[in-house]
């Protein structure tokens, strides 16, 4: 699954044609239009805005419901959006900066930049801590020494570090994959000390000033920022603020806002190679290899996997926000929300709507339109129905390869627990045969991809299974569509 160099994925030179192309038909735009619609009704998101940009065109670039609740103020392509955890890209991206210039080296021990750090983190190198790989706690788990007495309204550096150095490792570095806001503050503080400037500094001076990206800039609570969006969440089926107020000196790990707008200059210029070179995206755009050979789909921040034989670079962020790449389809789909998940709250489900839009711009991508095939072996499709369950109750199922089993989670378990509690149907679509790909997931090789429709009371949602020749499961996926 290694995507390889980036294939003649340009933007056609530097100018975005901001009018709806022409070649996009009013019956694509209706579709999209009615997608977005429904799902906004259906997840209950009060606004979000929309862009498309396809060969090098802008063909949708629009704003959808209300910014803010409370004045009923509608969505524009220039609302301002909390990015969240799709920040990780503008973090891993000045690292890349740096490596070019020789002031960064990736397989690096960060002790060489950080000699303060802790004993427990000499193993740990850059490459680590952009791919997730470095052991650091995940989310819930992390900056432990910060919670005695409560949150805070404000957090140095100095503090979010005395924490992060205390915090225990989960496993060696380069181990397995474990998602690691700490790991992001760490580069954070590398980009600080490798360049001698604050990191707010450097993605103004290097980033958003250079190429006028006037409605993006790093976190900072105190700041009157024009055309902000509120952000929403749910508690107890309420819309309510999120209440995300915590300021923190350097938030390298989810503190970018911008707009839709400004994210399309910048996937522009950073895929025309105006950002770093090309050979450097192409090695951010790659899974990382793990210490027992197995690859992981994410790169320097962005997950980085295929579907249907489509390469998808991605990312999401907690708030609601969500960007695509579809770089061999020269493809780009954002859409950044006002409904976000806060810890411990009522789940909300406002991603996966990039994919859906993707999907009607990529033939073959989405599994729904596919015409729904007689079952060839019933008896697989009871026993993944069945896998299912197990995870369900967090039990072990002999049909899951251990290394995918490792990333099971309380969280995965409750999820899918609540989809099969109210489940209708569970039935066959189709199957991808992909032998002729030598497709490898979590160290084993894949033969196919089989896809079913599952139905409950909230919702159609499709699963794929990546299946080994020995029927096992390398690694299982849903979405709605």
């Known amino acids: 699954e290694d995507p390889g160099p980036v294939r003649r994925h340009r933007l056609l030179g530097l100018v975005l044609l901001v009018a709806l192309a022409p070649a996009a038909s009013s019956a694509t735009a209706d579709t999209i239009d009615d997608y977005i619609r429904t799902e906004m009704k259906a997840r209950r998101i009060p606004g979000l805005t929309l862009a498309v940009v396809l060969n090098g065109t802008v ?21 301002v959006f909390e990015l969240a955890s799709v920040s990780k890209q ?20 960060i002790l060489s930049y950080l000699p303060r750090g802790p004993e427990t983190w000499k193993g740990i190198t850059v490459r680590h801590l952009l791919t997730h790989t470095s052991g650091l706690p995940t989310l819930g788990e992390d900056f432990k020494a910060l919670r005695p007495g409560g949150t805070r309204k404000d957090y140095s550096t100095a503090q979010l570090f005395d924490a992060a150095s205390k915090d225990t490792l989960s496993f060696p570095a380069g181990a397995r994959f474990q998602y690691s806001d700490v790991g992001y503050f760490v580069l954070g503080m590398i980009i600080e000390q490798a360049s001698g400037r604050r990191y707010r500094d450097f993605l103004e001076e290097r980033f958003f000033k250079p190429l006028g990206m006037s409605s993006t800039s ?22 309510v603020n999120s209440r995300r107020v915590t300021q923190s000196e350097l938030p390298s790990w989810g503190g970018v806002l911008s707009s839709v707008k400004d994210l399309i200059t910048w996937q522009a210029a950073l895929t025309a190679g105006r950002v770093v070179k090309p050979s450097t995206l192409a090695h951010m755009w790659t899974p990382v290899r793990l210490n027992d050979g197995a690859s992981y789909p994410y790169g320097f921040g962005w997950q980085v996997d295929e579907r249907r034989g489509h390469r998808w670079i991605s990312h999401g962020g907690i708030t609601g926000t969500e960007v695509s790449e579809f770089p061999d389809d020269r493809l780009t789909v954002i859409v950044l929300s006002n409904l976000g998940q806060t810890l411990g709250w009522t789940r909300v489900n406002a991603w996966g709507l990039t994919y859906g ?24 499709s009871q026993r993944l129905r069945d896998v299912l369950a197990a995870i369900s109750r967090g039990e072990n199922a002999p049909l899951v390869t251990p290394r995918l089993a490792q990333y099971f989670t309380s969280f995965t378990q409750q999820v899918t627990a609540e989809r099969l509690a109210t489940l209708k149907s569970f039935t066959f679509v189709t199957c991808d045969d992909v032998r002729g790909r030598a497709m490898e997931r979590f160290g084993a090789t894949v033969h196919r991809i089989c896809h079913y429709r599952l139905i409950n009371a909230a919702e159609i949602r499709y699963y794929s299974f990546w299946l080994t020749g020995e029927g096992r499961i390398a690694d299982i996926w849903s979405s709605t569509e």
């Open 90 to 109: 503008f973090t891993a991206t000045a690292i890349m900066v740096l490596v070019e210039a020789g002031k960064v080296q990736l397989d690096e021990p």
């Open 218 to 239: 790093v976190l900072d609570h105190w700041k009157i920022l024009k055309h902000r969006a509120a952000g929403y969440t749910l508690r107890e089926n309420e819309l």
């Open 357 to 380: 839009v993707a999907g009607r711009h990529i033939a073959g991508l989405l599994v729904g339109p596919e015409t729904a095939q007689p079952d060839p072996d019933a008896g697989l």
């Open 59 to 79: 063909t949708k670039m629009q704003g959808y419901g209300v910014a803010n609740l409370e004045h009923d103020v509608p969505v524009r392509p220039d609302t």
